[in-house]
């Protein structure tokens, strides 16, 4: 699949770089120097996955990232100069997907794009094509449609929350520290702060409110069989 990546980045030395190594790749790549021209891509031709910088000129990142995830789960890279923790929490706050701070590998880049689209991609099951769901009580996901109902209404997800989700559901009762979080959903290069975990469960408890997703003191979470947690 020719995938269409917009990136926003009003860094000419960026955007060079960046452009030519997706396009390196074989991505189809719409660039845009200011968010307002980039709503203006979404409206017409949506990306997708975006590279979205923070600082820029006019709408700034946080609230391009806001509107975009008002309607749609599509991936979301966060590049910014900012490295500090806040800054990272609220941008994965808002639906960022990861968060790459500046100077970075353009080759880090391009793995973790690929790593986002292989998880967010539907699987199919190659020996007959069944739909392979996973059932816990109130909760139906269905894996190859990367869909989640709880109490049989369908909630959108953002690609890691739905890594989460699957992963906690095929581990029910049983405790997991933010270390093992992070390397199970976002992967053992990522060098983010733990705290990613913690805004992750927080976005899946507002969407799900009456999931048993518990806090572990001292040490992390787990989702708990709901006949046990009612």
Same mark, same amino acid.
């Given at each position: 699949?020719?995938?269409?990546?917009?990136?926003?980045?009003?860094?000419?030395?960026?955007?060079?770089?960046?452009?030519?190594?997706?396009?390196? =790749?074989?991505?189809?790549?719409?660039?845009?120097?200011?968010?307002?021209?980039?709503?203006?891509?979404?409206?017409?031709?949506?990306?997708?996955?975006?590279?979205?910088?923070?600082?820029?000129?006019?709408?700034?990142?946080?609230?391009?990232?806001?509107?975009?995830?008002?309607?749609?789960?599509?991936?979301?890279?966060?590049?910014?100069?900012?490295?500090? %923790?806040?800054?990272?929490?609220? #941008?994965? =706050? @808002?639906?960022?997907?990861?968060?790459?701070?500046?100077?970075?590998?353009?080759?880090?880049?391009?793995?973790?794009?690929?790593?986002?689209?292989?998880?967010?991609?539907?699987?199919?099951?190659?020996?007959?094509?069944?739909?392979?769901?996973?059932?816990?009580?109130? @909760?139906?996901?269905?894996? %190859?449609?990367?869909?989640?109902?709880?109490?049989?209404?369908?909630?959108?997800?953002?690609?890691? =929350?739905?890594?989460?989700?699957?992963?906690?559901?095929?581990?029910?009762?049983?405790?997991?520290?933010?270390?093992?979080?992070?390397?199970?959903?976002?992967?053992?290069?990522?060098? #983010?702060?733990?705290?990613?975990?913690?805004?992750?469960?927080?976005?899946?408890?507002?969407?799900?409110?009456?999931?048993?997703?518990?806090?572990?003191?001292?040490? #992390?979470?787990?989702?708990?069989?709901?006949? %046990?947690?009612?």
């Amino acid at each position: 699949m020719n995938y269409h990546i917009g990136v926003v980045e009003d860094d000419p030395n960026i955007q060079n770089i960046v452009m030519a190594y997706l396009k390196k =790749e074989g991505f189809e790549v719409t660039l845009s120097d200011s968010a307002e021209k980039a709503w203006e891509v979404w409206e017409n031709r949506k990306p997708d996955m975006w590279i979205l910088d923070i600082m820029l000129p006019g709408m700034d990142g946080y609230e391009f990232c806001k509107k975009i995830r008002n309607e749609s789960e599509v991936p979301i890279i966060i590049i910014s100069a900012k490295d500090e %923790e806040i800054d990272k929490i609220l #941008g994965l =706050e @808002l639906g960022g997907d990861d968060y790459l701070t500046k100077p970075f590998s353009p080759r880090e880049l391009i793995a973790r794009i690929k790593r986002l689209f292989k998880r967010s991609a539907p699987r199919i099951d190659a020996e007959n094509g069944d739909k392979e769901i996973i059932k816990t009580h109130h @909760l139906e996901i269905y894996i %190859e449609e990367r869909r989640i109902f709880y109490k049989g209404k369908e909630f959108d997800v953002t690609t890691k =929350e739905f890594d989460m989700l699957l992963f906690f559901t095929q581990n029910i009762n049983r405790a997991f520290s933010r270390e093992d979080l992070l390397v199970r959903v976002w992967g053992d290069d990522y060098f #983010g702060s733990d705290r990613a975990v913690d805004d992750l469960v927080k976005r899946l408890r507002k969407k799900l409110p009456d999931l048993p997703l518990e806090t572990v003191w001292g040490y #992390g979470y787990r989702l708990r069989d709901e006949e %046990e947690a009612e």
